[in-house]
DNA sequence: TTGTACGCGTTATCAG
DNA sequence: CTGATAACGCGTACAA
C-alpha cells in the first residue's frame, strides 16, 4: 500500500498554516522569527498550531527572499588528510552551533577546480567561503569580486585583504631546522608539499633561511615534492634510499608523508632515528602511536579552528567587520624520530 | 577605496540579460537549459552573451522553482575516521560528476541529532540523503515520511525498504573467528561498537555463531564497546591488561579502535601477536603501515561508495525505481597481528 | 497590532 | 519559435 488513501502528505506551507488559522501570512511568519509587531497572545497561537501540525518553513525560499544562504562552503583540498579532516570537524561543530550548515568541496590541490569551486560559491549565495587550500594569485581577484565573507585558513594569497587565520609556518620551518641542529645534524633535505601551497613555501623559507643563518649549505638533491599523501612519502623513499649520498636529517611538509616515508626507509633497512632524523609538520592524532612516534610541529588544529569560525562570524554579523589576521605559534613536538647524529 | 566609482558590481539576473539582449526571460532560460523550442541561432547568440558577460543562474531560484535543491545530504558519524573520510570523499566525487553537490553532517554517533538532521534534510528540499551512521528504530517512520530519494550504507534499519549497500557483516564477524581458529585460538574475546550500530551488531552476531558453531564458550567478561576512535581502543586496552584471565586472541570492530588498543597493550608490555593475536574490520589505509600491519576485514571502501552513488543516481533520475539491496562479500587481509597459538 | 501586496530569480504554462 | 505571465514559498515595506 504505496501512497494509500491519505495523498495528504504535501508539505504545507506558510499560506497554508494563515488559511488554517484564520490569520495572515504575515503574522505566521513574524512568529516564525521573532519578528517584533505581533502580540504575544496571536504569537503563542500560531507557535503552538505550527509545533502541532510540524510545519516548517521552506529554507530556499527563505535565503531566496532575504538574498542569503545560511550555508557556509568549507572547499580543502582532501578530506581524507587527517589535519583536513579535524578541521572540518571542528568547524563543521562550531558553525552548527551558530546555526550554519557547512558544504564540503574536496579541490583535490587542483587550481582549475578550486577556480570553479568559487564562482559556484557565487552563483549560489553562500554565506561565507572559507578557505584551507594551495592557491595562485589569480584566486585573489575572484575573491575580491565575491562579495561574501571569506576567511583563509593557513594560506597566504597575495594582495588578499580579508581575514586569514594561519601559522607562522616561516617560523614552523625555522624551529625544525634548529632542532636539528642542537642534535648536531649538518646535512638536511626537505619534503615539500605542492609548490602553490603558501604554507609550503613559508616553511621552506624558514628552512632556508636557518640553513643561511647557521652556515649550512643547500643542497638541490636532497630536495623532493609531495602532494601530502601517505603513498607519495612511500614512493620519495625509495628514491631517497639509493641516494649515494644522503642528508642526515630531513624536513618534511607534513605527518602523513613523513610516515609514507618512514615506512619505505624501514622496509629499505634505513632505521629512524639511528640512520636518519626526522621532523615533520602537523602533529596528527596517528603521529604519537607507538612505532610512528612522529617529532613533528604542532599546527594547533584546534585554535586554528577555533578562530577560523570566529572570524566568520563576526564578518556575518557585522558589516563593516574590518580584517584580521591571526598567526598562531608553531610548538615543537620532540618524540622518537630525531636524534643525536 | 573600498566600493570605487564602479558599485555596477551587482549580479545580473535572468532579466537584465533578457533586457540587455532585447529577448525574453523565457527564452534565455531555454537557452541556459538546452530545453527544446528555440532556434539554434538565437541560442548560440544568448549563450555567446552570457558567457561574455559571465552571468550564472541564481541556484536558489532555480530549486525553489524547480522543488528540488541539488544538494545531496551525507549524514556519518565523525569524518575524522578514515573509513568515512574515504566514503565522504568517493562519494563526493562522484555526485558531483553528476552535477550534484554534498552537504556534509557528523552526527557524532547521537540519535537524537541524527533524527534532527534529517528533520533539516526535510526543510531544504536536499535531492536525496546517504546515511552511513547508527540509528534506531524510530528513524524508519521519519525516512519512510520523507518522499527523497535515501541509500543507507553499511547499516540495516528495521522495517526500511529502500536502497541500501552494505557488508555482510555476519559474515565479516565469522571469518574473523574462523581465521583465529584455523591458528588455534579459541579464547576470543570481542570489542563491539555502539549497541545501536548494526553492522557493530552483526559482526557480533557472526562472532556469536562462529562461537557456537565449533563449540567455543563465550566469556561476557572479555566484551568491551567502543565508540570507534584511538583513544577508547587505547582505555580498554589499560583494562583489559589488568584482568587476571585473558583470552588469546581479540576480535575488534574497527581498525581505529585496534591501533588504539595496540598502542595500549605494547605499552603494558604485551606483545602483538605473540601474546594475543587481533584481527579488526575497515582496512583502512594505516593499518597497512610497518609497525601496525593489522590483520584486518576489508570493505572495499571504493565499491560500497560506488554502489551508494549509483543507488542514490538511479533514484533521482527514475521515479518508479524499485529499490534494492547491494551486499558486498567482505575480505580478509591477513598481516602482523595474528599468530598460532 | 494586523493584513495586503510586491519582490526575490527562475522555470513552466499557455498564447501568439 | 518566441514572449508574457503565473507559480515556487517566504520576508517586508506599506497600508489599514
Not at 609514507?260 to 640512520?275: A, R, T, V
Request: proline residues 3%.
Amino acid at each position: 500500500m504505496r501512497r494509500g488513501i491519505e495523498m495528504k502528505n504535501k508539505k504545507y506551507n506558510i499560506s497554508d498554516i494563515a488559511k488554517m488559522l484564520g490569520v495572515s501570512e504575515s503574522s505566521v511568519s513574524r512568529a516564525l522569527n521573532g519578528t517584533p509587531g505581533i502580540s504575544d497572545a496571536l504569537r503563542a497561537k500560531i507557535l503552538a498550531f505550527i509545533d502541532e501540525v510540524g510545519y516548517r518553513p521552506n529554507t530556499l525560499a527563505q535565503s531566496l527572499s532575504k538574498g542569503r544562504l545560511n550555508i557556509i562552503a568549507l572547499i580543502l583540498g582532501d578530506v581524507r588528510n587527517p589535519f583536513y579532516a579535524d578541521l572540518t570537524f571542528d568547524i563543521q561543530r562550531l558553525l552548527s552551533e551558530s546555526g550554519y550548515m557547512v558544504m564540503l568541496f574536496n579541490s583535490e590541490y587542483d587550481m582549475t577546480r578550486e577556480l570553479e569551486l568559487i564562482r559556484l560559491a557565487e552563483q549560489f549565495n553562500f554565506a561565507g567561503l572559507i578557505l584551507i587550500t594551495a592557491k595562485e594569485s589569480s584566486t585573489t581577484a575572484r575573491l575580491q569580486h565575491l562579495d561574501m565573507p571569506v576567511v583563509l585558513v593557513n594560506r597566504i594569497l597575495p594582495h588578499f585583504d580579508g581575514s586569514s587565520v594561519l601559522l607562522d609556518n616561516f617560523k614552523a620551518g625555522y624551529i625544525a631546522v634548529m632542532h636539528l641542529l642542537e642534535l648536531g645534524h649538518s646535512k638536511i633535505g626537505f619534503i615539500s608539499g605542492h609548490s602553490v601551497s603558501s604554507a609550503s613555501n613559508q616553511r621552506y623559507e624558514g628552512y632556508r633561511q636557518a640553513l643561511s643563518n647557521f652556515g649550512l649549505s643547500f643542497h638541490e638533491e636532497h630536495m623532493y615534492e609531495s602532494d601530502l599523501k601517505i603513498e607519495t612519502g612511500y614512493q620519495i623513499a625509495k628514491d631517497f634510499v639509493s641516494q649515494p649520498e644522503k642528508p642526515s636529517a630531513m624536513i618534511i611538509v607534513n605527518d602523513l608523508t613523513a610516515i609514507g616515508f618512514m615506512d619505505g626507509c624501514k622496509q629499505h633497512g634505513l632505521c629512524i632515528p639511528q640512520n636518519l632524523s626526522i621532523v615533520s609538520f602537523d602533529n596528527i592524532r596517528m603521529s604519537s602511536l607507538l612505532g610512528i612516534e612522529l617529532t613533528t610541529i604542532d599546527q594547533h588544529v584546534d585554535q586554528m579552528s577555533e578562530h577560523a569560525v570566529a572570524l566568520m562570524l563576526k564578518q556575518l554579523s557585522s558589516e563593516t567587520h574590518r580584517p584580521e589576521r591571526i598567526v598562531l605559534d608553531p610548538t615543537l613536538i620532540v618524540r622518537k624520530t630525531t636524534a643525536p647524529i
